[in-house]
């Protein structure tokens, strides 16, 4: 079983996207390569940076963190990533 990471992102808009995945460095990559395999959010607001992870033991709780998460105000993330 691998382990999956929730992610936060900081976008060159200073917005923030919230996603899961094993290899968040790769990941990152892929969001800032502009190669088709980003998300469609993070396309045109290149570049991206990391601001926050956790390591969660499955899919499915990884998932369910991502929909908390994505549910938080821009403040609560702030205060989560450690910056508000």
């Not at 382990?3 to 990941?27: K, L, Q």
């Not at 892929?30 to 899919?59: I, M």
Request: net charge positive; glycine share 10%.
């Amino acid at each position: 079983m691998s382990n999956w990471y929730v992610y936060i992102i900081r976008c060159a808009d200073s917005s923030y996207y919230t996603g899961i995945a094993t290899d968040v460095a790769r990941r990152i990559g892929e969001h800032n390569a502009g190669c088709g395999t980003g998300a469609r959010y993070t396309r045109g607001r290149r570049p991206v940076s990391l601001v926050y992870q956790e390591k969660h033991a499955s899919r499915s709780s990884a998932c369910k963190r991502e929909f908390e998460i994505k549910r938080l105000s821009r403040k609560e993330k702030e205060i989560l990533i450690g910056g508000g």
